[in-house]
């Protein structure tokens, strides 16, 4: 082959005309004088410049990020009112096979962001952030489509697999963020992500109930079109955020779970407060395992009442942590963020637990969400105490850590919520998984003070 197409080239890792190759220059500049008529290689070169050029302004690139985010989100939330019925199509209408089949992929997807969360964020750390945020936003797009057209239940769980892994690219997300942001700033950018999470979790199960009701497999469909959409325009407008010098070699080491958890124990702070992240997110569990339950259990709401408040948890999480994190961190610094952040939700943990009548469910979700300030500022923290050459692996193990909190807390929480509110129950106290959850985060409110103290002193 005597002319190899420039993104291929870069594909492969090689040099390109445009950064200004050696040998390999010269060939493709008299494969371009043979090709008849100039404009075709003069067109091929100005899309392939336009592909590989960084942009020089950073806002595009936040922007981008945010999108990715948003979108990552609502792909979550679709499923919620799809799935559930597409796996019980396949299974002829059978309820009770169907509920176990739709908790095996869920587990499944929260298993693969587990396992490849370090290996996208150490590959970012290798050949830079931009190169693993775009092919993982090409295969959610393409899964969205093997869903959409998936003939069999084993397709659906190809599929699952797929979208766990390139969901996954959290990990390189977060640490293009913590690329472009200066340290003081970079707790109230990773307010993005819990934004991002408010405005899909809004949309998503929004998107998915409305498309659903026209055709079970649309909201895929939509979903993937806009992926891909939003993946080639990120091939023209997103730069590369790390540095050449900042990068390092891959490391399987590393790239795995364990491996990810255990470096970070060369930042003894950062260590610390990966304890508190994790004990955080088991204690965040409790609203998406028990509220439904809980809700219907004490107050008898029903499916728009449960609706509404998840409506509004969303609205708040977006205000929070995209609007309030920033004005918050910038005027009490990260770790007064962190531990007002703390004290608020084991105070508002309590509050769910014990309220008696539903209307006051409201007001204590827009004061118990102040507390959401606790997620940017422990994660700004955890990257300020991190080696510019290591942020992607280090946001793979936090993102590792929030997935192991959604496999794992579930069953605990809900075993709770049943255990307390059985007829052979020491007590009655339906609020237990939401007291559970404050203490988890009381714990880690004083897991994050000793890594303070600790801070001063070193």
């Keep these: 082959m005597r002319f190899v197409p420039p993104w291929f080239i870069h594909l492969l890792g090689w040099k390109s005309v445009v950064t ?54 609502i792909g979550v939330g679709l499923i919620i009112p799809i799935l559930p019925e597409l796996v019980k199509q396949f299974q002829h209408g059978d309820v009770v096979a169907a509920s176990h089949t739709f908790g095996a992929l869920a587990a499944l997807y929260s298993l693969m962001q587990f396992c490849f969360a370090p290996v996208l964020g150490a590959l970012s750390d290798r050949f830079g952030r931009r190169r693993v945020i775009l092919v993982s936003l090409l295969g959610s797009g393409l899964d969205y489509f093997i ?25 390189a997300a977060s640490a293009y963020i913590a690329d472009v942001s200066p340290p003081e700033k970079r707790a109230a950018n990773f307010g993005l992500i819990g934004a991002a999470f408010g405005i899909g979790f ?13 055709d079970l497999r649309l909201p895929f469909l939509v979903a993937g079109g806009l992926t891909l959409i939003n993946w080639l325009y990120g091939c023209f407008v997103l730069p590369e955020s790390l540095a050449p010098e900042n990068r390092r070699a891959f490391s399987w080491k590393r790239a795995n779970p364990v491996g990810s958890l255990l470096a970070l124990r060369d930042h003894p ?7 508190t992240y994790f004990l955080c997110n088991i204690a965040h569990q409790a609203f998406p395992a028990t509220w439904v339950l809980y809700t219907g259990y004490r107050y008898g709401w029903k499916a728009h009442q449960v609706g509404m408040s998840l409506a509004l948890v969303g609205v708040m999480a977006g205000l929070i942590q995209g609007g309030l994190t920033r004005v918050v961190v910038r005027r009490f610094g990260e770790r007064t963020t962190a531990a007002i952040g703390m004290s608020i939700s084991v105070l508002a943990l309590i509050a769910y637990g014990t309220v008696n009548q539903g209307w006051m469910i409201y ?28 942020q992607g692996s280090v946001q793979g193990a936090l993102a590792s850590l929030g997935s192991i909190a ?29 007291y559970f959850s404050a203490f988890l985060v009381f714990c880690g409110l004083l897991l994050a003070l000793r890594s303070f103290r600790n801070e001063a002193k070193s």
């Design 20 to 73: 200004g190759s050696t040998g390999l220059e010269a060939r493709r500049s008299g494969a371009c004088a043979r090709l008849r008529p100039s404009l075709a290689c003069n067109t091929v070169r100005r899309f392939y410049s336009a592909l590989v050029t960084p942009v020089p302004s950073r806002k595009p690139a936040i922007l981008f990020i945010f999108i990715t985010l948003v979108l990552d989100i």
């Design 147 to 171: 869903f959409a057209f998936a003939p069999s239940l084993g397709w659906l769980f190809a599929a699952r697999i797929v979208s766990g892994i390139s969901g996954a690219n959290i990990a």
């Design 202 to 214: 809004i949309a998503g199960p929004a998107l998915g109930g409305i498309l659903g009701n026209i």
């Design 269 to 275: 702070i950062a260590f610390g407060l990966a304890g």
């Design 363 to 390: 007001p204590l979700i827009v004061l118990g969400s102040l507390g959401g300030v606790t997620g940017p500022a422990v994660q700004g923290l955890i990257s300020r105490n991190s080696a510019a050459n290591e």
């Design 406 to 434: 959604g496999v794992i807390a579930p069953p605990i929480l809900t075993g709770l919520f049943a255990y307390f509110i059985h007829e052979d129950a020491p007590i009655q106290l339906p609020g237990a998984a939401f």
